[in-house]
Every structure is written in C-alpha cells, then in structure tokens.
C-alpha cells in the first residue's frame, strides 16, 4: 500500500535551517510527483514546494523561493525538503503528498498524503 512519512520537524529559531524528509513506500517514486504543503492553525493548506517525476520541473511560491530547495533520492525512496533562513511565518504542520507524473497547486489532486510534521520558528 502507499504510504508517506514524514520526519524532521522540530523546533528552530528564525534565520535557521531544518531539513524534512518524506519516505515513500508502496510505489516507485520515479513515476510521482512528490509535493510538499503546509497548514498553520486557521489558514488553508498552501502549496511549499514541488518535484515532479523526472525531477526537471521544481515549484515554490514566492513566499519561499530563495529559502527552501526540495530533492529526491531515489535510492531510499526519499524526497527532502530543505529549509534555510526560517521565519516565525514558516510555522506549520508540514506534510509531503503525492500524485501521477506532474506537480499540481490544488490539494485535491493529490491522493496519497502523509501525516504530518510539525515546525515551529520561534525565539
């Protein structure tokens, strides 16, 4: 069966760096795109970042462009999300999902979600 988990999250202070990972099983992550999106308490869930399959297409809004870079290793079936120069408005619970081939910006796109990771940038 699909599954994603996520790990990484933790607690940081602004200007520093965090990287989550997103462990897939269950299918071959040469043929999915691999997204990351954010939700912080009483905001919609937001699109961070996104691979697609061949790797050659990477997204990020501008709200995190220059900061975050997303990665896959498909030895371990992992997609990263590496976070530099965080802020207080990074905070949220992070979680990685998954569709066929291309990225998409709309959550109902995507079937296969993870559970979760928590970050928070506070001083």
């Known amino acids: 069966q699909v599954q994603l988990v996520e790990s990484g999250g933790g607690l940081v202070q602004p200007g520093g760096s965090l990287r989550l990972s997103c462990a897939a099983s269950g299918f071959t992550l040469d043929s999915y795109a691999i997204a990351w999106f954010r939700q912080a308490p009483g905001k919609e869930r937001e699109g961070v970042s996104c691979i697609s399959f061949s790797d050659e297409r990477r997204y990020y809004p501008d709200s995190v462009k220059g900061r975050f870079t997303i990665f896959r290793d498909k030895r371990n079936s992992t997609v990263y999300l590496q976070m530099n120069s965080l802020k207080p408005e990074d905070t949220a619970v992070y979680y990685c999902?998954?569709?066929?081939?291309?990225?998409?910006?709309?959550?109902?796109?995507?079937?296969?979600w993870g559970q979760g990771t928590q970050v928070t940038v506070s001083s």
């Open positions: 999902a998954t569709r066929s081939l291309y990225c998409s910006g709309s959550t109902s796109r995507y079937a296969y």
